[in-house]
């Protein structure tokens, strides 16, 4: 959820429950959302891009957008190379 996301990026800077009230939002489902485990999609959403930034950082930031597309077998395999 995009406020909570807001909340959790600002903590430093102001208060919780200020930024709760303001955003009309409850700090128990603040905090439930912050304590709650990665939903299984996220991971997966989350885990192309991961591998993304490894092959570009493995470059030296030389890799071009060409280079770095993988079919969904060359991600497993490159993943896997990336991860021993």
């Not at 208060?15 to 939903?39: D, H």
């Not at 997966?44 to 957008?65: F, G, H, L, N, W």
């Not at 280079?67 to 490159?78: C, D, G, M, N, V």
């Amino acid at each position: 959820m995009a406020r909570y996301r807001f909340l959790d990026e600002h903590r430093t800077q102001w208060s919780v429950k200020e930024m709760c009230r303001v955003l009309e939002v409850s700090r128990s489902g603040f905090y439930a959302w912050k304590n709650r485990a990665e939903s299984a999609r996220a991971l997966e959403t989350r885990r192309p891009d991961v591998a993304i930034e490894r092959i570009y950082q493995t470059s030296k930031k030389r890799s071009s957008s060409s280079k770095i597309t993988l079919s969904p077998a060359q991600f497993e395999q490159r993943s896997l190379q990336l991860a021993a």
